[in-house]
């Protein structure tokens, strides 16, 4: 079975600052995906940014970017340039290629972007 | 853009109650999830379906039962709710089963049971 883990609970950044979410997870799976999902305050969960563990380069989608480690079984989002609206709950989760469509979810990181 | 819609945003019901939580999506989705969330343990699994009539339990299936009638609607059953199911509860659907496939979310139910 899979584990995933954000060790940060809360976290705040100051607006136009940078801020790195840490994840870990634990699985002897060698091919599988890793997640971002973000949740803002009472509204709808959606898809941040997703890594192929086949891909050695790190994904990227705008202000987002992640650092994957594989071997350390490492996988950190980046905000750069926080703005008010990346205020949420921020979750890790990661599928195994082969169990369908999955998701084991860490348990989430509260961020909070200060003006 | 994907719609997932639940059938209420918030619930309060009685120990003992049987309770119904419905999910609706509006894309052809063939997959549906519905899953618990409890602050620190993020999101868990408890049902999920692949195709209509049919189900697989998730990692915390006990106390809870699925219907997939239609495609488009998974609904979720407490049979007898219990104080220890006072969550949010969060159904998804994705596009294709593979490891890949990004799901969408619905806006959630808060269940309150007393």
């Known amino acids: 079975a899979q584990t995933v883990t954000q060790s940060q609970p809360e976290m705040s950044v100051q607006e136009a600052e940078t801020v790195t979410l840490s994840c870990t997870y634990d699985t002897s799976e060698n091919n599988y995906y890793l997640f971002w999902y973000k949740q803002p305050p009472s509204r709808q969960m959606i898809l941040v940014i997703r890594?192929?563990?086949?891909?050695?380069q790190n994904a990227t989608e705008n202000r987002f970017s992640v650092n994957f480690q594989k071997a350390a079984k490492s996988f950190s989002l980046k905000i750069s340039d926080s703005q008010l609206g990346d205020t949420a709950m921020y979750f890790c989760?990661?599928?195994?290629?082969?169990?369908?469509?999955?998701?084991?979810f860490g348990g989430g990181t509260r961020l909070m972007v200060k003006p | 853009d994907v719609k997932v819609t639940q059938s209420s945003r918030y619930l309060v019901k009685r120990t003992g109650e049987k309770v119904f939580l419905e999910c609706v999506q509006d894309m052809d989705h063939e997959n549906m999830f519905w899953y618990r969330q409890d602050p620190g343990l993020g999101l868990r699994l408890i049902y999920f379906?692949?195709?209509?009539?049919?189900?697989e339990k998730g990692d915390i299936p006990e106390g809870y039962s699925v219907s997939r009638e239609k495609k488009e609607r998974f609904s979720l059953i407490l049979e007898s709710a219990s104080t220890n199911q006072t969550s949010m509860y969060l159904c998804?659907?994705?596009?294709?089963?593979?490891?890949?496939?990004?799901?969408?979310f619905g806006p959630g139910t808060r269940l309150l049971v007393l």
């Open positions: 998804a659907s994705s596009l294709l089963v593979g490891g890949r496939e990004t799901q969408y």
């Open positions: 989760a990661f599928a195994n290629n082969n169990a369908g469509n999955m998701l084991t």
């Open positions: 379906s692949y195709d209509v009539k049919m189900k």
């Open positions: 890594q192929e563990a086949y891909k050695q």
